[in-house]
């Protein structure tokens, strides 16, 4: 059974830094694609960040600059470094994975497995 637990969400000022973790069980992921998604409330989940095993990345332009996405395979973990935080990041933040590509999707749908998310709170 495949399992993505995500870690490190908090309280945090604006401008501020967290660093969330996702770890997959049940699943050698070194294949598969790992992304990043929040959902404020009152709004649709989007999407934040992807990885591929060979490393590509790709990021929805509200957060380019600021947040990198990074894994370790060895681990089965994915990391999001978030620095210069906002009022507008506060969401609860979902990794999700998608089997066995390479392509680094922002496409919601096609991801296969989710995680119960974790809470990013920047207070003004």
């Known amino acids: 059974q495949v399992q993505l637990v995500e870690s490190g969400g908090g309280l945090v000022q604006a401008g501020g830094s967290l660093r969330l973790s996702c770890t997959v069980s049940?699943?050698?992921?070194?294949?598969?694609?790992v992304g990043w998604f929040r959902q404020a409330p009152g709004k649709e989940r989007e999407f934040v960040a992807a990885?591929?095993?060979?490393?590509?990345?790709n990021y929805v332009d509200s957060v380019k600059g600021r947040f990198t996405i990074s894994r370790d395979n060895a681990a089965n973990t994915v990391f999001l470094q978030m620095n210069s935080l906002k009022p507008e990041d506060t969401a609860a933040y979902y990794c999700?994975?998608?089997?066995?590509?390479?392509?680094?999707?922002?496409?919601?749908?096609?991801?296969?497995?989710w995680g119960q998310g974790t809470q990013v709170t920047v207070a003004s």
């Open positions: 999700a994975l998608l089997p066995n590509t390479r392509r680094a999707t922002s496409v919601k749908s096609l991801y296969k497995y």
């Open positions: 049940g699943r050698t992921f070194s294949n598969d694609v």
């Open positions: 990885i591929t095993s060979d490393g590509t990345t």
